[in-house]
């Protein structure tokens, strides 16, 4: 659990939520599921789905193939690359990270160093950005232009 204090209340809504490859609503969802509902909910933002773009969240060619899309969409701004502390992003930002060296995983800043996320056999946290499990694994972290 995030020992950030600054969390907004409405995070507490997507808590729990369980894994479910190209899930897409509170019944379950993947981690770009939870991110995409998370912007249109709170922020009012709509992302492509995806969900029929890859067969399943352990294939990491094809995960690739969706964030390298989104990346050369020009929706994107990029905040700040790689983490090392608490700086410039704020709630709504994406956090794209690497899993098994690849560029497969996002989560969504909800405070300052502070992100909802979800992966395979775990339901949805919050997690430090920079803890020993995140912090190496960040790419860079992304706003998009909506919110700019």
Known sequence: MARNRDIPAWAAGYIGIPFVDRGRDR???DCWGLKR???AEQFGVDVPSYDDAYFSTVDPAELRRVYEEEEHS???IEVM???DKPGDERPGDVVLMRMSGQPTHV???IA???MLHT???VNSAT???DGFTWKNRVIGIYRHRALA
Do not use: P, Q, T
Request: hydrophobic share 40%.
């Open 27 to 29: 019944k379950g969802c």
């Open 119 to 121: 992966e395979k056999d």
């Open 74 to 76: 020009g929706k994107w």
């Open 81 to 83: 690359r790689g983490y």
């Open 112 to 114: 300052k160093g502070v």
């Open 127 to 129: 997690a430090n950005i």
């Open 37 to 39: 509902m998370i912007l």
């Open 107 to 109: 989560g969504v800043v």
